[in-house]
């Protein structure tokens, strides 16, 4: 497989993973609507934590931090999301 053949496939993949943002993002939606509606916190740090733990079982070691990084960046977005959904300043 040459660089180009790489690169496509890169190209792919980072379409996927778009359609998958839009969807994950049209999903912190409806949670902040439910959130609001029940009157609950935007930020659930144990709930992250365990999110985050669960999803790192079975990554490889030698990229595990930058998927790590990836996921805490994740659910960073989703609550700033939620947050100016919600018209509130964000917390932490």
Avoid: C, W
């Amino acid at each position: 497989m040459d660089l180009s053949e790489v690169r496509k496939d890169i190209d792919i993949v980072d379409k996927e993973m778009k359609e998958l943002f839009k969807k994950r993002m049209g999903l912190a939606k409806k949670v902040a609507a439910i959130k609001a509606e029940t009157h609950d916190n935007v930020y659930k740090p144990d709930r992250e934590k365990a999110i985050i733990e669960s999803l790192l079982e079975n990554v490889e070691p030698d990229i595990k931090e930058e998927y790590k990084d990836f996921l805490v960046n994740l659910l960073k977005l989703s609550r700033r999301y939620q947050y100016r959904l919600l018209g509130m300043p964000e917390e932490e």
